[in-house]
């Protein structure tokens, strides 16, 4: 095998484990911006009655404020996370 | 000087602000028209989207949903927040490092197919004219009351207005202009209810207000509110009343439509690089969170004011008079938005009180039957829509206040019809008609059929827009729906499948939009033509699955028969996967290639 040809095996293998790496991130990302929404803000509301916030209770406040904040703060991680990575795979621009 | 001179002082001013910045940043060439060059800063990036992306529905009707609904309506909240997520995960950087001008176009080359590139046109114009239809109802509501004219002469002057505006400059016009307009939509938006918020709670920002101390009764703001509308037979703000089901949903499908809409995606196109995509999509969330956070409180503050204004005394006091309404500068905003149509009153039982509660609740109508105020809801009329434009004035607010509003509600609507028209015309211009039916055409020759089009979907969606199929938050979300159910999943497949090939993808794509499409007229009209409708969302066809909800639904049955589909026809070609491989690293993001 040439040294370009091994390379270019390397760089794949490399791109595959990026992208395994990269693949996981959103998974943990996607699941915790199901649960503050989707969760926390509607199906699990009701488990969440009893602690109080500001005259009403914890699902209210995920569902018009809470969710918001955790998603911003999702994205920003990711952003920050997945530049990160670029440069541990040496995949960066 | 009079509310009306102010007004236009203010909405004069902005105007002239934006056509200065579009005149100094004309677009000249093709891909300056389209993508601005590429060399605009995520932040400057993040906030041209926020304000494209936060049209009439965010800043004047979504207020007002959720004012009259409570808990129920967070949908809206949760929905166009939560979509940025899926957009800045799932999306766009891939879409950035594959380094095209359009949608449409990534459609057509990750599914080799030009079938694949005109469906995706299609898709593209019918989400977007909808949600330009919603854009006009807005504008209507917003031009309707600057002007003191009726609702319809409001809508056709905004018309006139958006068209003039779209026309003059392309996406580089458009990316600075929209900074401007961002500025001015955010203190219009943020200023009252910082001054309502005092008034109400003394707290000066209004998220916090929301679940803060009502200053003058002691209690928290929304026990307060919740024991109010209660008594009036109405549902308890912060309850939870609505399907569970359907709201979960409406929610998804908002979040899927706003990661298929194509004139957000368009945006991420336009930083320079892979990470500055990544970066570009928080800062608009950040931009987009600050109107977000404020809205129920907005919402919850005027809810609380207006009942309260109709019921000076409280719930078991007199109902507000019609002579104090007449009569009391206070009550003023009330006449001049009865001149709009969209807010009416009547003393029904001729007691010279106008009562205000639930009539469809037996109990409160036996109530007030036995206090003399009659048995039948004597505000007639209250527009979701208005909120918002109303709210300085129901605060009792300074009249630069509510000329600011006035201002803001346009910079809303202008900027979202005009980035959506910027997307339409972009379709036929670029994919359907240089891309697909002559690729000869001359650059002034595809300037010129990109200003066509924007007229043509302009006067399409000014023609729907004087009868609505609901309040422009509303109609907003059958858009949402519309791109959730085609767009998104042929994206998503296209970047994280190297499986779904062109047969799939075109089948998995009509198969979304037609069943969606068929759903919303069945329960709208047909091409939202009052009248035609077979069903209505109070009692749809499949349970409790309202059309603004069905995208989600429209979603899977993309995938599953992009699925199924693909399954059965050809792989994939090598070259194809070779391309999907490329997209997925960020290395080698060049700037993008015009053809």
């Not at chain 1, 199901?34 to 926390?40: K, N, Q, R």
């Not at chain 2, 907005?298 to 000076?312: F, K, Q, S, Y």
């Not at chain 2, 719930?315 to 003023?332: K, L, T």
Request: charged share 15%; glycine share 10%.
């Amino acid at each position: 095998m040439t040294d370009q040809a091994t390379h270019i095996v390397e760089t794949a293998e490399a791109d595959r484990g990026y992208w395994s790496a990269n693949v996981r991130i959103i998974i943990i990302s996607l699941v915790i911006w199901a649960l503050v929404s989707f969760g926390f803000g509607i199906l699990l509301r009701p488990a969440l009655s009893g602690i109080a916030v500001g005259g009403t209770d914890l699902g209210f406040w995920f569902a018009q404020q809470g969710s918001i904040i955790v998603f911003l703060a999702l994205i920003f991680f990711y952003a920050w996370r997945m530049n990160k990575l670029d440069k541990e795979f040496g995949v960066e621009e | 000087m009079d509310q009306f001179t102010i007004n236009l002082l203010f909405v004069g001013a902005s105007f002239a602000l934006y056509i200065g910045i579009a005149i100094w940043a004309r677009a000249g060439s093709t891909s300056e028209f389209y993508a601005a060059g590429r060399g605009v800063h995520p932040v400057t990036n993040g906030m041209a989207t926020a304000a494209d992306w936060m049209s009439a529905a965010s800043f004047i009707s979504m207020a007002g949903l959720i004012a009259f609904t409570g808990y129920d309506n967070s949908s809206f909240l949760m929905g166009w927040t939560g979509g940025y997520v899926l957009l800045a995960l799932l999306l766009a950087p891939y879409l950035r490092k594959f380094g095209k001008f359009t949608v449409s176009e990534f459609i057509g080359d990750r599914f080799y197919s030009q079938t694949a590139r005109i469906v995706a046109v299609v898709c593209l114009i019918v989400a977007s004219t909808t949600y330009v239809i919603g854009q006009m109802t807005g504008v209507g509501v917003a031009f309707g009351r600057f002007l003191e004219v009726s609702n319809t002469s409001g809508l056709l002057i905004g018309a006139c207005v958006v068209f003039a505006y779209a026309v003059f400059g392309g996406m580089k016009g458009v990316t600075y202009t929209q900074v401007a307009q961002y500025c001015v939509l955010i203190t219009a938006y943020t200023i009252p209810a910082i001054f309502i918020s005092l008034q109400l709670t003394g707290t000066p920002i209004p998220a916090l207000g929301l679940f803060g101390e009502h200053a003058a009764s002691g209690e928290p703001l929304l026990a307060k509110l919740d024991a109010l509308v209660a008594e009036l037979g109405f549902n308890e703000y912060t309850a939870h009343h609505a399907d569970t089901f359907n709201m979960v949903l409406f929610t998804l499908s908002l979040m899927i439509g706003t990661a298929g809409l194509p004139h957000v995606i368009m945006r991420f196109f336009t930083v320079p690089r892979v990470a500055d995509a990544r970066w570009s999509a928080g800062w608009t969330l950040v931009f987009i969170a600050l109107l977000y956070l404020t809205a129920p409180a907005v919402g919850a503050m005027a809810r609380l004011n207006i009942t309260e204004m109709m019921w000076p005394n409280g719930a078991s006091g007199e109902p507000v008079s019609a002579e104090m309404i007449e009569g009391e500068q206070r009550y003023d905003w009330m006449a001049t938005w009865q001149k709009t149509g969209l807010l009416n009153w009547e003393d029904k039982n001729g007691d010279g009180k106008i009562a205000y509660f639930n009539d469809k609740d037996a109990e409160t109508v036996a109530k007030m039957e036995a206090a003399g105020w009659g048995s039948e809801n004597e505000l007639t009329k209250f527009n979701r829509d208005i909120l918002v434009l109303a709210n300085p004035e129901i605060a009792n607010l300074p009249s630069w206040v509510i000329g600011l509003v006035a201002a803001g509600g346009l910079a809303a609507a202008l900027s979202t019809a005009a980035g959506l028209l910027l997307a339409i015309s972009s379709a036929v211009s670029h994919d359907l008609i240089k891309g697909a039916i002559n690729p000869q055409i001359s650059e002034r020759g595809e300037l010129l059929s990109a200003r066509i089009a924007m007229a043509v979907a302009i006067a399409v969606a000014t023609y729907l827009g004087l009868n609505p199929p609901g309040f422009a938050a509303q109609t907003v979300a059958l858009a949402f729906g519309l791109a959730a159910a085609s767009i998104f999943p042929a994206l998503m497949m296209g970047i994280f499948s190297t499986r779904i090939n062109n047969t799939g993808a075109v089948a998995g794509m009509l198969a979304g939009l037609i069943v969606t499409l068929l759903y919303i007229f069945l329960h709208k009209g047909w091409f939202f033509v009052p009248g035609t409708n077979s069903f209505t969302d109070a009692d749809p066809l499949l349970g409790t699955v309202k059309s603004t909800s069905f995208g989600a639904i429209g979603a899977a049955i993309n995938f599953g028969v992009a699925y199924v589909v693909s399954g059965m026809t050809k792989e994939t070609p090598a070259e194809i996967k070779a391309l999907v491989e490329s997209v997925r690293v960020p290395r080698g993001a060049g700037a993008a290639q015009d053809h």
